[in-house]
Each structure stands twice: as structure tokens, then as C-alpha cells.
């Protein structure tokens, strides 16, 4: 029998962690760290970091272990997001067995929160139909809390509703029909562009919470540019970006007073 | 100058604080602790356990204050929360003079994450108008957070939209059109009662995160009647409720299929 619990540690920022997430982790036996590939191992070295900031000795035991790679160049990407899962299930179900032939508790550190645009869930699913495995959450600060308390500004409006979604939807569906705020997540192409950018206002931010953080705000119309060219840098810079932006759009009550 | 820092300690389990947020309560030469009335004081009392249990000595005074009362009979419900607003900024405004009459760091512990559907960052921006004040957010777990992690539940499906809306939104408006996954805040009075429950999944949260915690998910036309007297039984119970829930209802492209 396996106890796997999935602990959300944050952005990036080790001080992100809760107490929760801290005993979680020295709970465990085993915690997983996946590798992604030379280039992107940035949050394989944060995990590391992180482990040795708050594990008491003697602690759980490090298990690495390598991620197979997405096929980006699948033009189903739906289909091509399941056949990952389940190729990275596999390796979850390998890793575990090897690294607790006789059963234990396991823990994995998911960035920001599970529940948030993060398919650790999903894959301890398929993992679940492989092998006798219970799940625990262990909720930790989002990407969407951390760009709202760098800007110190209010996610939603009193009493009002927001949308959370993505760069792709954005740029096909344009603003929603339900919120005058919207959050937009994995959004790889800056999709705020195919907007017309009058009575909006954004508020930008890559590593979020991080000691590299970089914010930018304003009316879309004058900071759009500048939220384009900083990005690109950035990327160039770090050879990866983690960035979300909340816009919020004047009322429509206000613009027909 | 005053520095003055918002800090989310997540939803109610002290063990919901990040790293952040205790060096940050550590580092106020204040904490104000607001008092908001007989029957309303669990919430005065956590922060009072939670500053008990995670402040190193000497550490910061704690300065407890009574808080103004909103006038929930007015019909104007947005003209009634500004005068509310108001009113506590007076009061936050003569408190922190007393307090701090030579200025200095101040903190104030806010439930859940500050940006979410929480007013203490207006009331500060209020404050903001009347003396020369910093502002700082910590970020904290939500709500969200708390129930997807207890129903170990993802927030959105793979890629897509999710909405967050409020009780009187949802039954004013019906579901709304950009999403499948609905999460629903600050309902008094089950408003997922008012959609026709037929494809429809909830999980619903009553003190999630806290050691009291509720759960109950199912199809919606099988589990509605349970959470509205269990709700209404725990309300009784413990004089003060906080619940939270997230619907998803099946694709449509499935239903078309």
C-alpha cells in the first residue's frame, strides 16, 4: 500500500511553503523528483533546495528520476496531453515500486497549487488504476495568488465574478462574456495582443514570487509592448518564463453613464 | 511612515501559515487583532492562536480592537459595503495612530488570501488617503485551494476556463456561458438550488482546512438536500458557517455526441 501526497510548495519562493506542506514532506519516506531534461532543470534544483531547507534529519529519502518529453509537435492536443500522462504514469508507477518495493508514504512537490493547471493529479489517477495508492492534497500558494500580492491589488471586484483561463482560449473566444476580470495561465504567445487593448487595464508578472520577479502594470493600450519585449528577454535570459497577468476591463455600466 | 503588511494565513488551519507569512508577523512592531462582535469572535480567536503559536519572543504587541458593524438591512447592497468600508478605515486609521504613534511596521492577519473576495485592501487603500502607509500582501491558501485539496479534486480540466463567482451572481444570471467548472463564494443561501441539476457535479466544503471540516460531492440532483440541512445544521451548531463550492457540469460537446 502507497501514500502518495501531493504537496503544493508555492511559486518558487522556498518561503512560500506552509507548516502543512513542511510536515508532509519530512512525513514521508520517499519523495519523487522528476528531472525534465538538461535546460529545464531550474525546478528540478528548486525542489532540491527546497528539501534541504526544511527536511530534519534523518529525512526521506531523494528519489530522481528522468520525465519522458512531450510531444509538442502532436497537432491533437488533447490527445497528445493524454498519451503523456499516461507515458509519465508508467514511469510513476516504476519509480514508486522500485524506490518502495514494501509500501510507505511518497511525496511530490508540486509548483504552486495541485489543483491549479497542474496534471500531478491526473497522472496519480492513472497511477491509481496501476497499483493500491491513496492520494492526499496539500494545497500551496498559486501563480495566481503570488501576482496579486506582488501588485497588491484585489483578484475580483466587490462581489464580482472573474474568469480564469488561458492564453489559448483568449486569443480564440476574445474577452469573456461573464467577468469585467480575467486571469489568463499558460499562455506561451502574449495573447493580450489580440485584444483591442481600449478600457483595459493588466497587471503582469514572470517568476512570481520569486527573487527574480518582474512586474508590470498599466493601461494595455501604453504597457503591451513593453510586456512583450521584457518577456522575450527574459526567456532568452533564464531559458525558461513562468508568467500569468490578470486585465481588468472598465464597467460596461460605467462607459453607457 | 507607516509599513503596514495584509498577511493571508489561509483558512482557518494554523498550519495553513507559509514561511512568509510567520517572518512577516514576526517582523511588526504591531499586530491588530479586530473584534467583530458576540458570537462572531472564532475568527479573533484564531488569529489569537495563531499568533500564540508562531511568534518568537519578544515579539510583536498585539492590539485588539472592536470593528463597526455593517448595515446588512440596507437595500443598497454596494452603497452599504462603501459606508461600511469607510467606517472601519476611521477606525483602522485611529487605531494605528494609537498604536504606532512614531510610526513603524504593522501587520493584520486576513483569512484566506487577501485578493480574494476579502476587503482589507480596500479598507487600506482608505487608510492609504488619510496617513502615509505601505502596503505589503502576503499571499495565502484560499478557499479554493482548501476545497479542491480536500476533495483532492483538480480546479479546472485540462487547458480550460473556470469561473468564480459569488451565491447571488449565479442565482441571478445561471451557470455561466465561458465555463464547465464553476466555483461559487459567498453563498448564504445555496444557490445551487436554483439551476436544473441534471448533468451537474458538485463538492462542497463547509471550515475547509479546519479540523471541523465538512465534505459532500456527488451528481447535484442526488446530494443537494444533504448539503443544505447539513449546512444549516452546522450553522446552528457553531453560530457562524464558511463554505465554499465548485460545480462542473458535462460537456456539452459529450451531451452532443
Chains 1, 2 share one sequence.
Not at 170 to 199: H, I, Q, Y
Amino acid at each position: 500500500m502507497i501514500a502518495l501526497t501531493l504537496v503544493g510548495i508555492g511559486t518558487g519562493n522556498p518561503q512560500h511553503l506552509t507548516l502543512q506542506a513542511i510536515d508532509a514532506l519530512n512525513a514521508a519516506d520517499v519523495i519523487l523528483i522528476p528531472r525534465k531534461g538538461p535546460g529545464k532543470d531550474d525546478l528540478a534544483g528548486l525542489r532540491r533546495e527546497i528539501c534541504k531547507r526544511v527536511l530534519r534529519s534523518p529525512g526521506p529519502r531523494l528519489h530522481e528520476f528522468d520525465l519522458p518529453v512531450r510531444d509538442v509537435k502532436n497537432p491533437d492536443y488533447q490527445g497528445g496531453v493524454d498519451d503523456w500522462h499516461d507515458a509519465i504514469a508508467s514511469v510513476w508507477d516504476a519509480e514508486i515500486r522500485a524506490a518502495l518495493p514494501d509500501g510507505g508514504n511518497i511525496a511530490f512537490l508540486v509548483w504552486g497549487d495541485p489543483s491549479l493547471y497542474d496534471s500531478t493529479m491526473r497522472i496519480a489517477e492513472r497511477v491509481r488504476a496501476r497499483m493500491t495508492l491513496s492520494v492526499t492534497v496539500i494545497p500551496g500558494i498559486t501563480a495566481i495568488q503570488a501576482l496579486t500580492a506582488g501588485h497588491a491589488i484585489p483578484l475580483n471586484e466587490v462581489a464580482a465574478p472573474f474568469v480564469v483561463t488561458t492564453g489559448r482560449r483568449l486569443r480564440k473566444n476574445g474577452w469573456p462574456k461573464d467577468a469585467d476580470t480575467v486571469v489568463v495561465m499558460l499562455d506561451g504567445n502574449c495573447a493580450f495582443e489580440s485584444l483591442a487593448p481600449e478600457g483595459i487595464s493588466i497587471w503582469w508578472s514572470a517568476y512570481a514570487g520569486m527573487g527574480n520577479e518582474i512586474r508590470i502594470a498599466g493601461p494595455l493600450a501604453q504597457v503591451a509592448e513593453d510586456i512583450v519585449s521584457t518577456r522575450s528577454q527574459a526567456r532568452s535570459m533564464h531559458g525558461w518564463i513562468m508568467d500569468t497577468y490578470l486585465m481588468r476591463r472598465a464597467h460596461e455600466s460605467k462607459s453607457e453613464a
